[in-house]
C-alpha cells in the first residue's frame, strides 16, 4: 500500500521521538480540525491500533460532562425455577447428597457423572412424553442442537455405547447430575432440580429392581422416615402389554400407548381423545385398560390375565424377594403405576408420600430396550432417580429435617492486639493440623463482637490470644456451650483437642 508523502512525515516524525515532532510542527501553522485515525493506514506503517483508536465514538462514550442514561436495576431473584445455595443451604443440600452416597456406598455403587449440556436428539424419542415438550434446548454456536439434560438415564446409556462393550457387566453405577425441565412449578416441582440415579446394567432380573427398591428404603430409614409415611407402588409394564395383546394392539404402538395412559392421572380420557385416534386406538380399548388398572392386588389381576400371565409372575417373585429383604411394609402393587417415559419395559416403581400432600417422590423401573433404540446391542438395565426438592419437602413435613445453621467450626481464634496476630495465626494452624475447624478473626475486633460472631456461626470454642497467657507459652479457651474458660499450652494444643474430641464423641 502506497503512503501518502505527509503521512510518511508523520509516521518518521513518531519513530524519530519528541524532537523530531517538535520541528515538524514548528514548520507547519497549528490548524484545529477533527482528525479521522485509519487503523489500516496505521498498521501499515508497522504500528499497532488500540481500541480507543478505533472506536470513532470513544470521545462520546467517555464525555463525563453529558448526562448518563439511569443504569437499569439488577434484578436480584435468580431465573424462575431454579434456586440459589446460601451457606445454609448448601449444608443442607451437602448433607444430603452425603446420605445418598453412604447409601449407594453400602450397596456396592460406583460414583460417575457426565456434562449437563447434550445432544437434543437424546432426548427426542418421539414418543409422545412430556420431557421432550419441556427441554431446555437451543442451538450453539457451532449451529449444533443441544440442550441442558432433563435427564440423567439417556447420558448413562450413552457412556456404555462409548466404550463398546468394554465395560465389564453387571455395571453398578450411580450419580447426582443436576436436571433442567421447563415445566409448570408446583411444590417440590422446580425447573431444575439434583437426582439421585442409582442404575444395574447387565442382569435381567427381578432381583436387581428388588435390590434397587431396598436402597431406596434404607435412605428412607436412615433419615428418619417410616413406611406409615411414605409407600412405594410397584406394577409392571407387562401388565399393559399383555392386555393390549388381546386386544390385537400391535407391540410397537405398547410404549407411546403407556406414555398416554399415564396421563389419565392428571386429565380426563377425553383430553387425550386425540392422541388415541393417531395411534389408531378407539376408547373401549382404553377403557379396557383402566378397567384392569384399578386392580390393587396381584390376586385379582391373576384374574384378569390368568395363571400363566407373565406379567403375574414377575410380580409375585418380586414381592417374596422383598420379604427376604424385610421391606414389604412399604411395598404394594397398584397397578395404575406405568411411569411416563416410554423406555420402561418391566417392572416400574414410585414412592409416594401416604398423606397424598406431595408429588411422586421417587421413581424407575426395568429399560430392557433403551440401548436399542440409540443403535446398541440389548442390555438389560434397571434404575431410579430421586429428587432433591420433594424430599426435602417431606422431611420439613414430618419434622425430621436437621437444623444447618451452624457452620460446622469448631473454634474461633483472635488476638486480643495488632501485635499478637502472627500468634494468632500459629495457634490457628496448630488447631487445624490437629483436624478442628478453625475461623480467624482477620480484622481488628473488641472481644464482645468476637463472642458474639462466634455463637452466631455455632462455634464450641473461643481461643483468645491475649499479652498475659501468651507471655507464659499459653491461649485462654473459652468453652462456648458451658460457659467455662481455662489456659492452655500452646505446645499441647494438640492434646487438647485430642481430649475435648474424645469427650464429644462419648
Not at 514548520?27 to 491500533?49: D, E, F
Not at 428404603?217 to 401388565?239: P, Q, W
Not at 475447624?437 to 462466634?454: G, I, M, Q, R, T
Not at 479457651?477 to 474430641?501: R, Y
Request: charged share 25%; hydrophobic share 40%.
Amino acid at each position: 500500500m502506497q503512503l501518502s508523502k505527509s503521512m510518511l512525515s508523520i509516521s518518521l516524525a513518531l519513530l524519530r521521538g519528541p524532537a523530531a515532532t517538535s520541528a515538524f510542527h514548528a514548520n507547519r501553522p497549528l490548524v484545529s480540525r477533527t482528525v479521522h485515525s485509519s487503523p489500516s493506514v496505521l498498521q501499515a506503517a508497522g504500528g499497532r491500533v488500540s481500541n480507543a483508536v478505533a472506536d470513532g465514538d470513544v470521545l462520546a462514550k467517555t464525555d463525563t460532562t453529558k448526562k448518563q442514561p439511569a443504569k437499569q436495576k439488577l434484578d436480584t431473584n435468580p431465573p424462575k425455577g431454579t434456586r440459589d445455595f446460601y451457606p445454609e443451604d448448601m449444608r443442607m443440600r451437602t448433607w444430603l447428597f452425603d446420605q445418598w452416597r453412604e447409601v449407594a456406598k453400602t450397596y456396592g455403587f460406583s460414583e460417575y457423572d457426565a456434562p449437563v449440556l447434550e445432544s437434543e436428539s437424546l432426548y427426542t424419542r418421539k414418543a409422545g412424553e412430556e420431557v421432550t415438550q419441556q427441554l431446555y434446548n437451543f442451538a450453539d454456536k457451532g449451529e449444533r442442537a443441544v440442550s441442558l439434560r432433563p435427564e440423567m438415564t439417556p447420558s448413562l446409556a450413552r457412556m456404555v455405547m462409548a466404550k463398546k462393550g468394554g465395560l465389564p457387566l453387571p455395571l453398578k453405577w450411580f450419580s447426582i447430575p443436576q436436571c433442567w425441565r421447563y415445566e409448570r412449578m408446583t411444590r417440590g416441582r422446580r425447573r431444575e432440580h439434583f437426582q439421585w440415579n442409582m442404575d444395574v446394567w447387565g442382569v435381567g432380573g427381578v432381583e436387581v429392581e428388588a435390590e434397587l427398591l431396598s436402597a431406596m428404603v434404607t435412605f428412607f430409614k436412615n433419615v428418619g422416615i417410616k413406611s406409615e409415611d411414605v409407600g412405594i407402588k410397584v406394577n409392571s409394564r407387562l401388565v399393559i402389554g399383555e392386555v393390549l395383546t388381546e386386544l390385537g394392539i400391535p407391540e410397537e404402538k405398547f410404549a407411546a400407548t403407556c406414555v398416554l395412559v399415564d396421563k389419565l392421572e392428571k386429565v380426563p380420557i377425553d383430553a387425550i381423545q386425540g392422541d388415541l385416534e393417531e395411534l389408531g386406538l378407539d376408547k373401549s380399548v382404553v377403557e379396557k385398560l383402566l378397567d384392569v388398572l384399578t386392580n390393587k392386588s396381584i390376586d385379582s389381576l391373576k384374574n384378569v390375565l390368568g395363571e400363566d400371565s407373565e406379567a403375574v409372575a414377575e410380580l409375585n417373585q418380586l414381592m417374596e424377594l422383598c420379604e427376604a429383604y424385610g421391606i414389604e411394609d412399604w411395598i404394594l402393587f397398584d397397578a395404575s403405576v406405568v411411569r411416563g417415559l416410554a423406555y420402561y419395559t418391566g417392572i416400574v416403581f414410585e414412592a409416594f408420600d401416604r398423606k397424598g400432600e406431595l408429588r411422586a417422590i421417587a421413581g424407575g423401573g426395568r429399560y430392557d430396550k433403551l440401548l436399542e433404540t440409540f443403535g446398541g446391542d440389548p442390555t438389560p438395565a434397571a434404575g431410579f432417580g430421586f429428587g432433591d426438592a420433594v424430599i426435602v419437602e417431606l422431611l420439613k413435613e414430618r419434622d425430621v429435617l436437621p437444623s444447618f445453621e451452624s457452620a460446622g467450626t469448631d473454634s474461633v481464634v483472635f488476638a486480643m492486639n495488632k501485635d499478637l496476630y502472627k500468634a494468632a495465626i500459629d495457634v490457628a494452624s496448630k488447631l487445624r493440623a490437629a483436624g478442628q475447624s478453625v475461623d480467624v478473626v482477620l480484622e481488628k475486633k473488641k472481644p464482645k463482637w468476637v463472642f458474639k460472631h462466634a455463637d452466631r456461626i455455632g462455634a464450641k470454642y473461643c481461643v483468645i490470644v491475649a499479652p498475659s497467657e501468651f507471655e507464659d507459652g499459653a491461649v485462654s479457651i473459652k468453652d462456648l456451650t458451658v460457659g467455662e474458660q481455662k489456659a492452655v499450652s500452646i505446645d499441647s494444643l494438640g492434646s487438647w483437642v485430642e481430649e475435648v474430641s474424645a469427650k464429644e464423641a462419648s
